[in-house]
T-cell receptor, first 114, second 113 residues
């Protein structure tokens, strides 16, 4: 069956450190993968999209990698801040276009403490 | 644009009652998604539309759930009759077809007693 797994339900790190979140998938062949941030009581907010032919993408303090051989994406937040505390969700499509289904992992709740 | 607008934000109802959730997508977005989020199951895709046409409703839990998109600016998700296990946050999202990015509404929190 198709599955999207995010490394752990919760990750706690100290301010200034790099947070690394993992997204593994099975029985999908996605053309691209996305990461979203969700704050309590709010809808998810888009952060980054990486395509299957891209190995790495950066946006400010965020970096995403995509390894289609390992079927894994890593999401890094460098120089983390307490304001980065939220739940981070990975999402992937079924392959082929930007008009298909988009499936989400359960998310990893990140807490950055001062 | 005001973003994706959902209503109501909160709904408390009794088992057996009909529930209608509403969504206004971002103008110009051709795809609309309905998701349900619970602690146990995370974000589940219920149904999505392209150009107002339902493409895949395989995620709709059972016949008690139905969704419509009569035009490009409005969609509804209806549950009839509602049951306590339907309690969840229901999100609507529209998609920018150029970037693939989903824009979510703030969700409708449904509690069925």
């Amino acid at each position: 069956s198709q599955k999207i797994e995010q490394n752990s339900e919760a990750l706690n790190i100290q301010e200034g450190k790099t947070a690394t979140l993992t997204c593994n998938y099975t029985n999908y062949s996605p053309a691209y993968l996305q990461w979203y941030r969700q704050d309590p009581g709010r809808g998810p907010v888009f952060l980054l999209l990486i395509r299957e032919n891209e190995k790495e993408k950066r946006k400010e303090r965020l970096k995403v990698t995509f390894d289609t051989t390992l079927k894994q994406s890593l999401f890094h937040i460098t120089a983390s801040q307490p304001a980065d505390s939220a739940t981070y969700l990975c999402a992937l499509d079924e392959g082929g276009s930007t008009l298909g289904r988009l499936y989400f992992g359960r998310g990893t709740q990140l807490t950055v403490w001062p | 644009d005001a973003g994706v607008i959902q209503s109501p934000r909160h709904e408390v109802t009794e088992m057996g009652q009909e529930v209608t959730l509403r969504c206004k997508p971002i103008s110009g977005h051709n795809s609309l998604f309905w998701y349900r989020q619970t602690m146990m199951r995370g974000l589940e895709l219920l149904i999505y539309f392209n150009n107002n046409v339902p493409i895949d409703d395989s995620g709709m839990p059972e016949d008690r759930f139905s969704a419509k998109m009569p035009n490009a600016s409005f969609s509804t998700l209806k549950i009839q009759p509602s049951e306590p296990r339907d309690s969840a946050v229901y999100f609507c999202a529209s998609r920018d077809s150029n970037t693939g990015e989903l824009f979510f509404g703030e969700g409708s929190r449904l509690t069925v007693l």
